[in-house]
Every structure is written in structure tokens, then in C-alpha cells.
């Protein structure tokens, strides 16, 4: 007998646990992705809305007591360490 003729080409052999398991896996690890996206746009407006608060405080310590928004400080409230005047 012909070894090409022991390698019937009409047939495939395949291992059907073996099969069953990559795909398995491969739900598997598309569950864990999807969990993780999920929980990732979850976060979003969490996020998003800490960081205005954040950056409410910080346009208020700015802004301080007695200043007002989109006004340039008078010279008074300028502090600079250069004690020369220009």
C-alpha cells in the first residue's frame, strides 16, 4: 500500500473536544472583553462628571474672593518676587 493512499485526502479527522474547547474559550474571552467594556463606558459619566466638579473648584480657587470671571486682576493684586519696577 501506497503512502499517499493511507492519507485518504476525501477525509478529515478532527477532535471534537478539541474543537469544543478553542470555542469555548474564544466565548470566554469575549465575555470578559464585553464585561470590561461595559464597566468601562459604566465609568464614563462618573468620570466625567468628578472632573467638572474638579474643575469648578478650581475656576473658584482662581477666581478667589473678590475677583470675577474674564476681569484681569488690578495691579494691586499682582504678586511678583521682582521687587524693581520697569
Known amino acids: 500500500q501506497n503512502v499517499d493512499e493511507s492519507l485518504n485526502p ?3 479527522a478532527y477532535d471534537a473536544g478539541g474543537i469544543k474547547m478553542f470555542w ?3 466565548i ?5 472583553h464585553l464585561s470590561t467594556h461595559n464597566a468601562e ?4 459619566p462618573r468620570l466625567r462628571a468628578r472632573w467638572a466638579e ?13 475677583r470675577h470671571p474674564g476681569k ?3 495691579a494691586a493684586e ?9
Not at 470566554?28 to 470578559?32: F, G
Open 10 to 12: 476525501g477525509r478529515v
Open 41 to 44: 463606558i459604566t465609568a464614563c
Open 54 to 66: 474638579q474643575l469648578e473648584g478650581r475656576i473658584k480657587m482662581l477666581q478667589g474672593p473678590g
Open 72 to 74: 484681569a486682576p488690578a
Open 78 to 86: 499682582v504678586h511678583t518676587e521682582d521687587k524693581t519696577v520697569a
Open 24 to 26: 469555548e474559550k474564544k
Open 28 to 32: 470566554e474571552h469575549h465575555a470578559r
